[in-house]
């Protein structure tokens, strides 16, 4: 009776084993799925973390209880290599050789995404200074005025400065800019119908002899309010009541689809951008992608660029720093003509709802 019940328990584990496995696989190739054909099944990515750690518990059981079937989990993680490698690569650490350019990627929250800090500009400013980057992009820089206050440090680097207002209006105010070392030759902003308080915006930069098309990007966010994320944060506990579990998945998943599909649109709409100058000129895509590593948005981009953070960087690297809400949602592309290199998440800078992202660029092969 006992070796009979042995014999089941296994046979039980071992399919939802396989399950998993088969879950896992789906969800992280989900990034190859248009939102707009299939909004719902394109936000699954964002689970895909979660199935990874499941499959190693299955692991670690069937270590302990029967290490026999420990290939099940083992053949499911070759099986998702590529996506694995996406959300969280492990590359050795290599130093920027002379020449490379430090370009730092930043949502600073209007700079005050964390009110900690009761002078939030100016903790962001003196961030962005001390860093000595060539090339800094600000996403939500909505208090255009301040960046003035950059060119009293012309001789650390940040003398060329522009900022693009993507809305203004009584209830939203949302702007891009970057402050660079190099002379800003001309800005493009790229058309999308979806935007509302989002944009793209496109900077030509004048690199000793090269021309460095710059690309600074705040896509459609998820528009989740305080309260959608506190109950987010219960469904994710366990702390719902039963009966509101399933309304409250529905309303949650319905925003992320909505803004998905808008996302897939703007996307599409910079990649199109993009495809006219690869080739021609070196090209930088950064910014807040209001998306996951498997997701559609970071697929359509690394078709055509390298991914800095999965090209060079180290562990999953958390951008977005709201509990619960944990992604890297922030991110660097470079076409082939570039190398990057150390490309990681700042997380000591916490003036902000994301960290600052940062990587050197060397223009050429290498």
Request: aromatic residues 12%.
């Amino acid at each position: 009776m006992i070796s009979k019940l042995k014999k089941w328990t296994v046979q039980l584990m071992t399919g939802a084993n396989v399950a998993t496995v088969v879950v896992m696989l789906l969800l992280g190739y989900s990034d190859r799925i248009h939102p707009a054909d299939h909004p719902l099944v394109s936000t699954l990515g964002m689970a895909f973390p979660i199935l990874l750690v499941i499959n190693m518990a299955f692991l670690l059981f069937w270590l302990i209880f029967k290490w026999t079937r420990a290939w099940v989990p083992v053949v499911g993680f070759i099986l998702a290599y590529v996506p694995i490698s996406i959300y969280m690569p492990i590359n050795v650490s290599q130093s920027p050789p002379e020449g490379a350019l430090k370009l730092v990627s930043y949502n600073v929250c209007s700079y005050g995404g964390n009110y900690k800090y009761e002078q939030g500009f100016e903790k962001v400013r003196d961030y962005l200074v001390d860093e000595q980057a060539d090339i800094v992009c600000l996403q939500e820089d909505n208090d255009t005025w301040r960046r003035y206050c950059f060119l009293q440090y012309e001789d650390k680097g940040l003398a060329y400065n522009d900022t693009v207002v993507l809305c203004h209006d009584s209830q939203r105010f949302n702007c891009l800019g970057i402050h660079t070392r190099f002379p800003i030759i001309r800005r493009e902003q790229i058309q999308y119908s979806t935007a509302s308080n989002n944009g793209s915006v496109a900077w030509w930069l004048q690199v000793d002899k090269d021309t460095v098309v710059v690309v600074n990007n705040h896509f459609e966010s998820c528009h989740l309010n305080q309260e959608d994320r506190e109950q987010y944060r219960q469904l994710l506990k366990g702390e719902m009541a039963r009966d509101s579990v399933r309304a409250e998945s529905q309303l949650l998943m319905v925003k992320l689809a909505e803004a998905n599909a808008k996302r897939s649109q703007q996307i599409e709409a910079v990649c199109e951008y993009v495809d006219q100058y690869i080739g021609t000129y070196p090209v930088i895509v950064c910014g807040d992608f209001n998306d996951n590593p498997i997701s559609f948005s970071c697929h359509m981009m690394a078709k055509r660029l390298q991914d800095c953070f999965v090209e060079t960087g180290r562990g999953i690297g958390l951008s977005y720093n709201q509990k619960a809400f944990s992604f890297r949602i922030d991110h660097i592309f470079c076409s082939s003509d570039i190398t990057p290199y150390q490309c990681y998440v700042d997380s000591k800078m916490d003036a902000s709802d994301h960290f600052p992202m940062v990587c050197w660029l060397k223009i050429g092969v290498k």
